[in-house]
């Protein structure tokens, strides 16, 4: 015996609706403290400028998850899984905001942290026994870790965006030491450059702002503890930066989630 059932064209169509609907993007965040300080909330007073980005998108049509976590490189990051719980949950469409670096200096292998990675852009490679794991590990390039995050995003149908760290408050004389020639910023833009990823200059570019405020004004009124990581009145600047540069990027959809454009 058939059964029949009948519905209305207005619920046929609504059917129809929510079979081709999307949810809506996510931007990740992955990077170290200075885009999320201890768990987010201000600990201590000091904040990452990830913490702030969503303030400036339209939370309806689209979704901001900060995954930093202080102390990590571009490779430990990697190592530690962290990297491959983010790229799980990437769906075609979301946007991968990477930035590493201020951590990338440190040793390769040493029994306290061993996070460094070979400086430079090159595809050379170091084989260590880790004295921190125990483990035997290949470690390559930071360039070369940027631009894993790069490939892997793509793989999944996203869109990736690199960031140039963000400066430290070091002066010379008028101006903010910069991360340029054999630095991070430079390499960073390298790597994003050899995979055709969206670049921003953060490092200039909050330098830049830091220079126009004062020496006197960002040390007493943006840091806290020390020249690296930003209180919340800081956090808020960079975000803010990162937010408009994003409105410039060509071809960048990004910028249509933003408020107000």
Known sequence: MKTIFKISIVTFLAIISFSFQQEKPTVYLVGDSTVKNGSGNGEN????W????????????????NHALGGRSSR?????????????????????????GHNDGGPINDDFRARGTIR????????????????????????????????????KGANPIVCSPV????WDGKKVQRSTKEGYAQWAKEAAEM????????????????ESLGQQ???DSLFLTDHTHTNEKGAIINAEIVAKRINKLKKCDLSDYLKNN
Not at 78 to 92: F, L, N
Not at 167 to 170: F, I, M, Q, V
Request: glycine share 10%.
């Open 167 to 170: 400066p430290r408050n070091k």
């Open 120 to 155: 430079g852009n090159g595809e050379g490679a170091e084989q260590i026994d880790n004295m921190l794991t125990g483990k035997r590990e290949i470690v390559k390039s930071y360039g070369w870790y940027i631009r894993k995050y790069i490939v892997d995003t793509k793989a």
């Open 195 to 210: 995979e055709d990823a969206y670049f921003i200059d953060l490092n200039h570019l909050v330098a830049k702002k830091y």
């Open 45 to 48: 007073g000091l904040w990452g």
């Open 76 to 100: 430990t990051f990697i190592s530690e899984g962290r990297w491959d719980k983010v790229h799980d949950q990437i769906e075609p469409g979301d946007y991968v905001i990477i930035q590493f």
């Open 50 to 65: 990830g913490d702030f980005l969503a303030n400036y998108m339209d939370s309806d049509k689209i979704s901001v998850e």
């Open 217 to 219: 004004y960002v040390t």
